[in-house]
Structures are given as C-alpha cells and as structure tokens.
C-alpha cells in the first residue's frame, strides 16, 4: 500500500565530502600520498534524505548550511537527489566537511568537521514538523547520531503524540540516552555500535546482545555487512535479513546511509519492517558499486530490482 502524499522527515547533518583514495592507511606520524577524488554531498542526514528521495518519497531535509560555496554545492546536489530543501537553514557558521580516505578494498576513514551542523534548533525544527502535519502525513522522522547529543536528546519531542514514527540511526553513538532509544521504532545500529550503546567492548559478538537490544526500543535492526541484517523485536524471536551480494566493493562510504535511508522510505510506503530492511539491504549493496556517498546511490527501480530478485 502506497501513500503519495506522505511525507519522511529527515532531521540530521549536510557535509561536503573530499574524497582520497591511499594505498594503505597511514599510520600515526606517516605521510601518504593519495590520489585525488571528488568532493561531493554527503553527511548522514544528506545522505539518507538522498536515498529516500531515490525511492519516490517526498523527503524534506532539516539541516543548517553554511553560506558558502560548499552550501551552495550541498543545496544544489540535494535538489538534484529530489530532496526538498525549503526549510534548510543558512547559518553564519560553514558548513560541514567531511575528509574521507578510501583504500583499494572499499574500506574508509572518515574525519568531519561539524560546522554550521552545530547550529540545529530543535525548537524550530518542532515548528517545521508541526507545519509540514498540517500540509499532510508525517508517517516518518529519520534522525541519525551525528547531530549534538543535546539535539538528540529532543527527537522524541518531534514524534510525540503524533502518528509519526521514529526512524533512528544512532550513527555515531553520541549518545546513550535511553528515552531517545526507547522512542525508536527501528533503532539502526551495526554491529559495533549495537556493543557500544550498551556499554560494551568493541567486537562483541551481536549474538552476546541481542537479549538486551532488543529491550532498548520498540524494534532493533543489527547491519551486519556481508552478513545481512538482524531485526529485533520484543516478545519474537530475531529475523534474519539475508545480505545482497554484488561482485566487487568499489566504496562502502554512505552504505549504512542508503540502507537507513531507503528503509525510512519503505515504511512511509506502508511495507513490513522485513520487506523494508530487505530493500535497504539492496539499496547498500548497490551503493558500494561507485566510488562517493550520495552520488552513489541507485534508482527505486534499481533497488527493487535487486531486493525482490
Ligand atoms: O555515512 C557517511 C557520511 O559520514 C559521509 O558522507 C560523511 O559526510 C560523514 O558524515
């Protein structure tokens, strides 16, 4: 069942990403000669808003912007992914870079500078939510962990009382509020940052936590690569979403992003949180085959193709 006229908020961060691609990582105090790449949208907010505009979703995106050409960049890339940027602030603050070093095997680190991403008003963003209910459905609002945790922690306010529905990628794991967890309906996490809201030492194996995730908001899905997806909900036992092959990782940078996105996108769609986490899974992997975040990403065709094959 489709609703056309429903409408996913998405509260989070707009970067621009510089893009080098290095033989091997350095290590502390070496330097690297890289090869130069693009530098294009991206942040986690972007990128997500990106991905469910891909899906035919109308997705508007509230963030805040630097008054610069990087902003100007972000603005005109994100109207190009079909994102509706009416309500982005402009800030005095620039906006928000991300250095990003790629290695052959698709493998990233990711160094951002938040800036104008600082400047969030929750309290305008409750205003632009409030207005965009009365202009029609709300059914999703997508939050990631990028933003302050002082931001984070109002994103209950955003879908309290509402038919709206809490879509939350605690990426990174800024924070671990448990009412901001409690309000989730999914909480996206992978597989470290599942170990680290719950205190955990890295590498914990997710078969350790899943009793306990799945206590901590109203539903949990674990991305777990090459391995797929894990749901979690409380009273049933996991499901297991399979993981989409695709032949050779080019770039795995804005993969977590896509799945979050396309996934957000799917529920405002009316599809079960199985069939959403299905298409996410396709929506990842098809974006690990180009080099980029957003840029990277597919058409709904594209994802649907590959989800439902
Ligand atoms: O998830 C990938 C994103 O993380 C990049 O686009 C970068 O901007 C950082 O926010």
């Known amino acids: 069942m489709r609703d056309s006229n429903a409408t996913v908020v998405v509260s989070g961060t707009t970067n621009i990403d510089t893009f080098v691609t290095v033989q091997n990582f350095p290590q502390p105090g070496e330097t690297t ?50 994102v509706n940027t009416d309500y982005i602030v402009i800030s005095r603050q620039p906006t928000g870079r991300a250095f990003i070093m790629n290695d052959p095997s698709g493998e990233n680190i990711i160094i951002v500078t938040s800036g104008a991403n600082e400047l969030v008003s929750p309290a305008q963003q409750r205003e632009t939510v409030d207005e965009l209910r009365r202009q029609g459905p709300v059914p999703i609002v997508l939050a990631q962990g990028e933003l302050t945790p002082e931001h984070s922690a109002q994103l209950p306010r955003l879908v309290a009382n509402s038919d709206s529905r809490l879509v939350l990628n605690l990426a990174p794991v ?14 996206v996490l992978n597989e470290g940052e599942a170990a680290a809201v719950l205190g955990e030492a890295p590498g914990t194996p997710v078969e350790e936590l899943t009793d306990r995730l799945r206590t901590i908001a109203r539903s949990v899905v674990i991305t ?35 799945f979050c996105g396309t996934l957000a996108a799917a529920l405002a769609q009316g599809e079960t949180l199985v069939d959403a986490c299905t298409l996410g899974a396709a929506a990842g992997a098809l974006a690990t085959q180009k080099r980029g975040a957003a840029v990277s990403y597919a058409s709904e065709n594209e994802v649907r193709r590959l989800g439902e094959e």
């Open 33 to 82: 000669i890289a090869k130069p790449g693009i530098e294009a949208l991206g942040g986690k907010g972007a990128n997500q808003a990106a991905a469910c505009a891909h899906m035919g979703v109308n997705t508007v995106l509230l963030s805040t912007v630097g008054n610069d050409p990087q902003g100007e960049l972000a603005l005109k890339q994100l109207r190009e992914h079909g």
């Open 224 to 258: 777990l690569g090459q391995r797929g997806a894990l749901i979690l909900e409380k009273g049933a036992e996991p499901v297991h979403i399979p993981a989409v092959h695709v032949d050779r990782v080019v770039d795995t940078t804005g993969a977590g992003d896509a």
């Open 174 to 187: 800024t924070t671990r509020d448990p009412d901001l967890m409690a309000a989730a309906d999914p909480l």
